[in-house]
């Protein structure tokens, strides 16, 4: 099935946007990363990310979007949703399940309201609705780290925030390698995106949603905390809420049972 992992680009409106597919399934699965996309695209990961998602490749034909290339100056989330229509648009995706991770989630809720025809279900993970005490602290240190440019400062606070004390202490080692590896060129795009995090608000929104939806939190949350997906699940009409007791924001990556979770709901609901 890797066979079908695929490195693509979209040409929108005078910009690009890198995308990558793989899988064979009659469905099509389209997924959202959050802000990290603003220091490393999607780009050339196809492989990798059919391995770590191999569990859709059979039912579904997936599809993972960053964002544009060249995003302006006060880009929203709303305006990234509207981005992400014209990428589905331009591969002639007309209906999807859509699954948004982190700020991926944000784009995600907007995209529910805006466009209920192109989404069949939605998943939202480890996101908010709206900025709070947490997710404003978090996007501080992060952008104040990389103003000063300390990558690997900037690579700590992430790790540190995102997984489990015993992930931190296991993996540390690696993040100075991290922030070699991954520091970018610019923070334009960063800077753009967590600008976007914080001005996002769909709180009022949220009731519009009419796809089925699952909200998937983790209590131990320390980049935006576990009640932000407590407040959406309870906002979006008939939402499901699973909430994880031991993990935190990088919760898909930790919880053995997540795209076990995730299929269940997307098979039967």
């Not at 805006?114 to 996007?139: G, H």
């Not at 796809?211 to 980049?223: E, F, H, K, M, N």
Request: with cysteine.
């Amino acid at each position: 099935m890797f066979l079908h992992a695929k490195n693509g680009t979209i040409s929108l409106a005078g910009d690009s946007m890198h995308y990558i597919r793989f899988g064979s399934g009659s469905k099509t699965l389209v997924m959202l990363p959050g802000l990290g996309d603003g220091l490393t695209t999607v780009k050339g990961t196809a492989l990798p990310m059919a391995f770590m998602y191999r569990a859709y490749a059979g039912d579904y034909t997936v599809y993972m979007f960053s964002r544009r290339n060249h995003l302006p100056a006060g880009c929203s989330t709303r305006d990234m949703a509207r981005d992400v229509k014209d990428a589905m648009e331009a591969l002639d995706i007309q209906k999807a399940d859509l699954i948004g991770v982190s700020m991926g989630g944000m784009i995600a809720q907007h995209f529910a309201a805006d466009y209920p025809k192109c989404v069949r279900k939605l998943i939202l993970v480890v996101t908010s609705a709206e900025p709070n005490p947490i997710l404003s602290e978090s996007i501080h240190e992060w952008t104040a780290l990389a103003r000063r440019g300390d990558h690997t400062a900037l690579m700590d606070s992430n790790v540190r925030r995102m997984y489990s004390d015993a992930y931190y202490r296991k993996n540390r080692y690696l993040i100075p390698i991290m922030g070699r590896l991954t520091k970018p060129k610019s923070y334009d795009r960063f800077f753009i995106q967590a600008d976007a995090c914080l001005t996002h608000n769909a709180a009022d929104r949220l009731e519009t949603i009419e796809a089925p939806t699952l909200v998937i939190g983790g209590a131990q949350d320390r980049a935006l905390g576990g009640d932000a997906s407590r407040r959406i699940a309870a906002s979006i009409p008939g939402a499901k809420l699973s909430i994880y007791a031991q993990w935190g924001h990088g919760l898909y990556e930790e919880a053995k049972d997540f795209n076990q979770l995730v299929l269940g709901f997307l098979r039967n609901g």
